[in-house]
T-cell receptor
């Protein structure tokens, strides 16, 4: 079983809507996670870190649910420019990325 | 503030040729790694290094060699290029493996093997 798993999507969401997707993890000792954003044919870029207290940055909110072992990313008032693939990873010596969740914001 | 610099950005090789993809970072990061990404696929870890002089294999190391003689540089060598190595290669670095630090990626090298 992979350390983290995500629904690959795609999520097709109308502009202005709120969208949320989760990432489940298997290592209960993990205390911090990261969300990355990858645009088509570009490098992944760090979007947010996620700790037990959660994290909010503008329209983006990331939370960690230890009881159910998942992390979430919430995007409010979605924009066309939010269309991308979103990757979650947990901390370990060698980082293994999944395929991520593809998000399409529809006009 | 250059971050992670990869060269070249594009490369075409003939089957059997060898070459080195360069990766350099100026953030004094201890951890560096190489990934490949095929169309429609996720990132696959090739090799990684937790510090100068220390390297280890990732998920798909066959056909690739690495070395880490300095903190700044982490070159990836293709020993004898094959069409199956056609991919986009990303280098990444971080202050430390794991922990509470994210990873900074280079802009990638797009390699085609014909």
């Amino acid at each position: 079983r992979k350390e983290v798993e995500q629904d690959p999507g795609p999520f097709n969401v109308p502009e202005g809507a709120t969208v949320a997707f989760n990432c489940t993890y298997s290592n209960s000792a993990s205390q911090s996670f990261f969300w990355y954003r990858q645009d088509c044919r570009k490098e992944p870029k760090l979007l947010m870190s996620v700790y037990s207290s959660g994290n909010e940055d503008g329209r983006f909110t990331a939370q960690l649910n230890r009881a159910s072992q998942y992390i979430s990313l919430l995007i409010r008032d979605s924009k066309l420019s939010d269309s991308a693939t979103y990757l979650c990873v947990g901390p370990r010596d060698k980082i293994i990325f999944g395929k991520g969740t593809r998000l399409h914001i529809l006009p | 503030n250059a971050g992670v610099t990869q060269t070249p950005k594009f490369q075409v090789l003939k089957t059997g040729q060898s070459m080195t993809l360069q990766c350099a970072q100026d953030m004094n990061h201890e951890y560096m790694s190489w990934y490949r990404q095929d169309p429609g696929m996720g990132l696959r870890l090739i090799h990684y290094s937790v510090g100068a002089g220390i390297t280890d294999q990732g998920e798909v190391p066959n056909g690739y060699n690495v070395s880490r003689s300095t903190t700044e540089d982490f070159p990836l060598r293709l020993l004898s290029a094959a069409p199956s190595q056609t991919s986009v290669y990303f280098c990444a670095s971080s202050y430390s493996p794991g922990g509470n630090y994210g990873y900074t990626f280079g802009s990638g090298t797009r390699l085609t093997v014909v």
